[in-house]
């Protein structure tokens, strides 16, 4: 039976109050605010007195058995006995299956403001060890869905409400990508609430995001062979104090990240300990808590990118992190080094014909004339897509590239041009006159059918010869000015299959060598 009683609560001693001796015992004497004579005992440290509550407290049974109390908010007994019958009431009808005690949590849940929920989310989140940039991103997201759909409980949390407040966002200029960045956060939230047994659905399940490709407003690009190697060949005597790391450290920076499509927050993670160059393959090792995936990444790195690094990171101890210097801004960082790159570039023009020639072409610009964008993640979008070029297999991709699905890296991050995809085309029966068995060698050379065609990957070819020279003119001056000693020992950027292959290589794949590229990094010269 569930009964009701007043708690005793310990108060501060009345102004004027005096201490008396009542029944044996030291009470505290006062007259209140009415003119009433009142008395209470005293608590053993002598600073406070007893007194009974305003309202009653309920007893009762819950459902296991357990004595529970409750305060009921009643100064009126009877109607604080109701109460508490009502309680024990429901407890019983909980152990008999009359109420489901799930259904009792989702009304529970239902009632509380969804800040709160915002709050017990962010919480989560943060107990699973995500990194603080995430939780900000993603809860700032979704808090601000929740207050521009003016949703106070759960149950106002609708798709309907939600796609009104993207729709806001959209009129007022967000493209969207950025809206689908908004979806998936609260999407995130709200299943977030099922999965906590918060509420028995996913209000935002049928919620989906927008076709982005219809408004691409940040598009990147990739660097071509031509671009990193001017670039790279640049960086290395071009120091400045904006980006707070020397011109040969900064190309060190460009070099890892081309060679192994590492993250700027990966590059700076790195210590010397990371490398193991003397494995075979030699590789880098990224730390789980500062990889993206929070795995521990072991990658494979070329053997002439570990000879590369040898000698650098002999300066640097076991502990230090040699790109630790690294700017925050690093897209400004490479905006900048590609800006005087070009600008070198330009100067090397012998003519003034050449020059406005290289003026019109889109080389080491930060924006092409596309609109596409080169910053410093595009150095891994160079790496992912060379591999693809190579014609590694789906599943090599993805591993390289550490990805969750191969879709994203095939789909967003290998940049397959025109004549990548026209190579695949070559299978496909000629609309001429099929070639006889024992035609001229001669012939058979002009169509590439017996391997001994150019060693130039296609997808080299998409520069001009004009543009090539150009380049192939400014690297030979920069080789005459080496041996004069006017500029320092530098390694040039190429492509394997610009070199013929030996009698070896040649048994193994063949004497046509590779239609796409691959990266190398190459000895010092003299």
């Excluded at 407290?57 to 019958?85: I, L, S, V, W």
């Excluded at 879709?407 to 695949?424: C, E, K």
Aim: with cysteine.
């Amino acid at each position: 039976m569930a009964t009701v009683y007043k708690r005793r609560e310990w108060r501060p001693i009345p102004d004027g109050a005096k201490i008396i001796t009542y029944r044996g015992k030291p009470y505290a004497s006062w007259t209140d605010a009415k003119g009433k004579a009142r008395r209470a005992p005293l608590h053993p440290d002598g600073q406070r007195i007893a007194q009974l509550a305003e309202c009653y407290t309920a007893q009762f049974f819950d459902e296991t058995g357990k004595r529970r109390k409750r305060p009921t908010g009643c100064q009126d007994k009877q109607e604080a006995e109701r109460y508490a019958n009502r309680l024990e009431s429901e407890a019983r009808k909980r152990r008999t299956g009359e109420i489901d005690p799930k259904a009792e949590r989702y009304a529970t849940e239902a009632r509380r403001p969804l800040g709160e929920h915002l709050a017990d989310f962010k919480q989560y989140l943060t107990d699973k060890q995500n990194t603080p940039k995430h939780i900000e991103l993603v809860c700032s997201r979704a808090g601000k869905l929740v207050a521009d759909c003016k949703a106070e409980r759960i149950a106002d949390l609708t798709d309907a409400a939600v796609m009104a407040a993207i729709g806001a966002m959209k009129t007022g200029g967000a493209s969207l990508q950025t809206l689908n960045h908004y979806i998936r956060n609260i999407k995130q939230f709200s299943r977030w609430l099922k999965l906590q047994r918060r509420t028995p659905d996913d209000a935002l399940a049928g919620l989906s995001g927008f076709n982005a490709e219809t408004d691409r407003r940040y598009v990147r690009r990739e660097m071509t062979p031509d671009e990193a190697a001017f670039l790279l060949r640049t960086v290395a005597t071009y120091t400045t104090a904006m980006h707070n790391m020397p011109g040969p450290d900064r190309a060190m920076a460009y070099w890892v990240a081309l060679g192994t499509g590492f993250r700027a927050k990966e590059l700076r993670s790195l210590t010397p300990a990371s490398f193991d160059l003397d494995a075979d393959p030699p590789t880098v090792t990224v730390q789980a808590g500062y990889s993206k995936r929070r795995r521990l990444d072991v990658q494979p790195i070329r053997q002439d990118l570990a000879e590369l690094l040898r000698p650098w990171l002999v300066k640097y101890g076991r502990d230090e992190h040699p790109f630790a210097a690294m700017p925050e801004r690093t897209a400004r960082m490479l905006q900048d080094d590609l800006e005087e790159a070009r600008r070198r570039w330009l100067q090397d023009a012998k003519t003034d014909a050449e020059r406005a020639t290289r003026e019109q072409s889109d080389f080491l610009k930060h924006i092409d004339a596309d609109g596409r964008i080169l910053d410093f993640h595009g150095t891994r979008h160079t790496y992912i897509s060379g591999i693809v070029a190579g014609g590694a297999s789906v599943k090599t991709c993805q591993e390289l590239a550490r990805h969750s699905t191969p879709m994203l890296t095939i789909g967003r991050y290998s940049h397959a041009r025109l004549h990548d995809l026209t190579a695949a085309l070559d299978a496909l029966p000629g609309s001429g006159t099929p070639q006889e068995p024992n035609a001229a060698p001669e012939a058979m050379a002009a169509t590439g059918t017996d391997g001994g065609g150019s060693n130039m990957p296609a997808n080299c070819q998409q520069y001009s010869s004009e543009t090539a020279q150009n380049v192939a003119g400014s690297c030979e001056g920069d080789k005459d000015s080496r041996n004069e000693g006017d500029e320092p020992n530098l390694l040039p950027y190429v492509v394997l299959s610009d070199k013929r292959r030996e009698a070896a290589g040649q048994d193994e794949r063949g004497a046509g060598g590779s239609r796409t590229h691959e990266w190398r990094f190459c000895k010092p010269l003299p």
